[in-house]
C-alpha cells in the first residue's frame, strides 16, 4: 500500500516554493530545519538547497518521508525508504491543471501589521480563499536567490497559482514564510523555521539511490491527501 505525504508538509512548501525571482539578490546553498506541529504529524522537515536540486527530509515519530527535485528535472520523486522504491510525479502536468483551476478561486488578505520573528522582520497577515485561511508571517531577507527558481515548478504540485502570489505581492506581504498557522477540520496546524545553515552539499544527496526501484506512475491526485 502507497503511503501518501501528510497535508502539513504541503501546506508548508506551497509557501516555501511560492516565491523565488521577484526578491533574489543571491543564490543559496545550504540547510534549513522546520518544527512541524499538526494533529497527524509532530517533527520536523529538513530542506537541502543547491544548484545540484532539491531534497526534502521529514521526520516524526511513525513516518519518514523523502522528496527529490533534481536540476533541470521536470519531476518530483517521493522515496519509499521501508520498500526501496520512489514515484515519479510529473510538475509539467500539475502546471497545466493547477493552471486550469487558478481563474475559479479569489484571495482576501487582512494584514495585521509587522513583527520580529527569530529576529526577522516579518509581514503578518492572513490569505483565505473562502475555504481555508491561513495566517502567516513573511520575510523577505531569507533565502533570496536564483536557488528558489526551480522550486516554483513543485509550488503548482502544492496547488500554488498565479492568483495567489499576485494577491500576496499586490499587498506586498509576498516572501519566505517564517511561520504559518492554519485551521484544519478544527485542528491547529504550525510550522516555524528553525535554523538556516549556509554550507556546501555533495551532488550524492540529490541522487535516486541506484538500489531502488520505480513504482507504478504516481500523479498529483496520487500524492495530496
Keep these: ?111 495585521l501589521g509587522e513583527e520580529k520573528v527569530l529576529g526577522y522582520s516579518c509581514s503578518h ?19 533570496d536567490g536564483e536557488s528558489l527558481k526551480r522550486l516554483s515548478s513543485a509550488s503548482q504540485f502544492l496547488g500554488v497559482n498565479e492568483k495567489m502570489l499576485d494577491a500576496m505581492d499586490a499587498q506586498g506581504v509576498g516572501g519566505f514564510p517564517v511561520k504559518m498557522r492554519a485551521d484544519m477540520q478544527g485542528r491547529e496546524v504550525v510550522t516555524e523555521l528553525k535554523s538556516i545553515q549556509a554550507k556546501n552539499l555533495p551532488q550524492s544527496l540529490f541522487d535516486l539511490p541506484a538500489d531502488y526501484v520505480l513504482q507504478e506512475a504516481a500523479s498529483s491526485e496520487d500524492a495530496q491527501p
Excluded at 517521493?78 to 515519479?88: A, I, R
Excluded at 510525479?89 to 491543471?97: P, Q
Excluded at 497577515?125 to 531569507?142: A, N, P, Q, V
Design 125 to 143: 497577515f492572513t490569505i483565505s480563499d473562502g475555504r481555508l485561511t491561513l495566517e502567516l508571517w513573511t520575510s523577505k531577507d531569507i533565502l
Design 1 to 111: 500500500m502507497k503511503k501518501r505525504t501528510t497535508p502539513v508538509i504541503f501546506l508548508f512548501l506551497l509557501f516555501f516554493c511560492a516565491q523565488s525571482l521577484a526578491y533574489a539578490k543571491k543564490s543559496f546553498e545550504g540547510r534549513l530545519e522546520l518544527q512541524i506541529s499538526a494533529p497527524k504529524f509532530s517533527g520536523s522537515a529538513e530542506f537541502f538547497l543547491s544548484k545540484q536540486g532539491i531534497r526534502i527530509e521529514a521526520k516524526g515519530e511513525k513516518m519518514q518521508q523523502i522528496m527529490l527535485i533534481r536540476q533541470k528535472s521536470n519531476a518530483l520523486y517521493q522515496l519509499n525508504l521501508s520498500e526501496k522504491t520512489y514515484s515519479e510525479i510529473d510538475l509539467e502536468e500539475t502546471r497545466r491543471r493547477s493552471a486550469a483551476l487558478s481563474h475559479l478561486k479569489n484571495y482576501t488578505i487582512e494584514k
